[in-house]
Each structure stands twice: as structure tokens, then as C-alpha cells.
């Protein structure tokens, strides 16, 4: 289920129909889309009624960072939201806080703190927590149903878990980079190494135990689904146009390819049962976009 892109000032359906444009021809499987909205006004509240009716578009994603490119302030957030509720679709909410991020950005690379490993360091914890408590008071309001994609602090987590045990309908997602790689083993390596794990939300730091209670919170389903946001780019031609500046570093790494060995390996290690990994990777996503009955079991 890939992510069809609109970005601010453009239309939402031809935004779709170019990736439909690409996707068609010589395509080896079956596919679906999630519907980026880059940009919340009228139009595009009522192009997100006509993708449901007439496209088979279940879910949107918006983004609480990124000010200027896909970022959605509150407001914008929120009719987006009622607009969700009424048409049955789920939000897919890319949860962290951009604007104090940029200010942070803007302070490293001000003290000259420009080497990868700042990706991770500008974009703390607090940032992805704040907003995923922010995203789902909003949801509550509004009655529609979210869904946390790229989740890789425990602390945001956490303030999931707390509203799915009040009984709200609030969803999270984690990927098989936030289970396995950190902040220094692979974005702090040497040189502009640490650039080809530069995505967001970023890696995490070891130290700080985010792998082990993700997986703890994939075992009792506080994490409901491992997708990938699979975003690859070329090291030569793309990652180094953040060379002296790693805020200007492509965000995005690529794991579709990996995913289901990847968490198989947790069955291996005794952190998730056989069934448990089935449900993670295929069943609960089916079930939750639409797809389940021809896809899933």
C-alpha cells in the first residue's frame, strides 16, 4: 500500500491519478493507496469523500512536521478529522512536533553540529511524544479513528497505550529499523556513513531502551502492526546533498524488501510467537485498510 502524494497547492485527485499513472503497466502485484494530504483547505476535504466513494481509498495521511512542504497545522488537522469521521476513512498521522524541531535544527547547525547523527539529536523523544498526544486528543474530539505510523519512542507509545486502554480507537505502527538499529550503531558511524539511515522519525539511542519495549509493546498489541515506510534513495546522487548539513539529507531508507525476514527473526529470538508475526505484518493491516478476506490470512 504505497503513499500517493499531494503536496501543498496541488490537487488531491490528480495527485492519485499520478500515481496510479505509475503504478499501471508492467506492475508484478496487487496494490493499494494511502493518500497523502499535503495541504487541508475545502477542496481537498472534498476530494477525501470522492476518493472514498469512487476510489477505494480508506486512509489519509497527514503530517504534524515538515512546516512548508506537508506539514498541517491543528486546524487543518482537525477538519481533516471530521471530515474522516464522516466518510469512514482512518487517518494516518506522521506524529511529530515540526516547528520546535526546526528550531532545534536551526540551533545545531548554528553551532556548527552538522554531521548525521544530529538528525536524531535535533528530533528528541519529547518531540514524537508531544505531538502523538496532541494527534490523538484531537481524534478523540472528533470521534475519528488514527493510526501512529513510524513509531520509535517508547514515551510516545506509552501515551498511546494509555488511550487505547480508556477504550479509544487509536492505532500504532512500528518498523523494523526502530527494532534493530540506533542512533549509535548506524547514524553516528564515521564520515557521512550515518546518512543512509537518516529517516524520521529517526533512529533511536540505544541507552535509552526504546528497542526492547517496542518490542515488549508489540507483544501485548499496544503496537498493532511493523510496516516499513519504505523511502529508499541513492547514496551519491540524493544522501549527499546533506553533505555539511544533515538537515538537507533525503529522509527515508528502504526495508520492504526485508521486513518479514527481519521480524521472523523475532519469532527466532523468542521476543514474538509465530501467529503474533503473521498478525503484525499481514492480518491486522488487511483488516485495517480494507484489504482482509482476499489478503491477510
Known amino acids: 500500500v504505497d503513499m500517493a502524494l499531494q503536496r501543498y497547492n496541488e490537487n488531491v ?150 488511550n487505547r486502554d480508556e477504550g479509544y480507537n487509536v492505532f500504532g505502527e512500528t518498523c523494523p529499523q526502530y527494532l534493530y538499529l540506533s542512533l549509535e550503531d548506524q547514524l553516528s558511524q564515521p564520515g557521512f556513513e550515518g546518512s543512509k539511515w537518516v529517516c524520521s522519525t529517526p533512529l533511536r539511542s540505544k541507552a535509552e531502551h526504546h528497542q ?18 519504505h523511502c529508499p534513495f541513492c547514496f551519491k546522487e540524493q544522501k549527499e546533498m546533506g553533505l555539511g548539513d544533515f538537515s538537507k539529507i533525503p529522509n527515508g531508507i528502504g526495508s520492504v524488501e526485508h521486513r518479514m525476514d527481519l521480524i521472523f527473526q523475532g519469532v527466532v529470538e523468542g521476543k514474538i510467537t509465530l501467529e503474533r508475526w503473521v498478525e503484525l505484518c499481514s492480518t491486522t493491516p488487511a483488516r485495517m485498510f480494507g484489504l482482509y478476506g482476499r489478503k491477510g490470512d
Open 13 to 162: 485527485q490528480l495527485g492519485l491519478a499520478e500515481w496510479h499513472r505509475k503504478a499501471g503497466g508492467n506492475c508484478a502485484i496487487d496494490y493499494a493507496f494511502h493518500q497523502i494530504v499535503g495541504g487541508i483547505d475545502e477542496q481537498a476535504l472534498k476530494d477525501m469523500t470522492y476518493l472514498v466513494d469512487h476510489e477505494g481509498v480508506t486512509s489519509f495521511k497527514l503530517f504534524m512536521a515538515y512546516p512548508g512542504v506537508f506539514y498541517s497545522d491543528d486546524g487543518q488537522i482537525l477538519r481533516a478529522m471530521q471530515t474522516a469521521s464522516e466518510n469512514g476513512a482512518m487517518i494516518m498521522m506522521h506524529a511529530e512536533n515540526g516547528s520546535a524541531i526546526d528550531v532545534l535544527v536551526a540551533q545545531a547547525l548554528a553551532a556548527g553540529n552538522t554531521d548525521p547523527r544530529y538528525h536524531s539529536l535535533t528530533r528528541p523523544w519529547e518531540t514524537e511524544a508531544e505531538a502523538t498526544n496532541r494527534a490523538i486528543m484531537l481524534a478523540r474530539l472528533t470521534g475519528a479513528p488514527l493510526y501512529i505510523v513510524h513509531m520509535s519512542a517508547k514515551q510516545a507509545v506509552a501515551v498511546l497505550q494509555a
Open 212 to 229: 526492547d519495549e517496542l518490542w515488549r509493546y508489540l507483544r501485548t498489541n499496544d503496537l498493532s502492526v511493523i510496516s516499513t515506510d
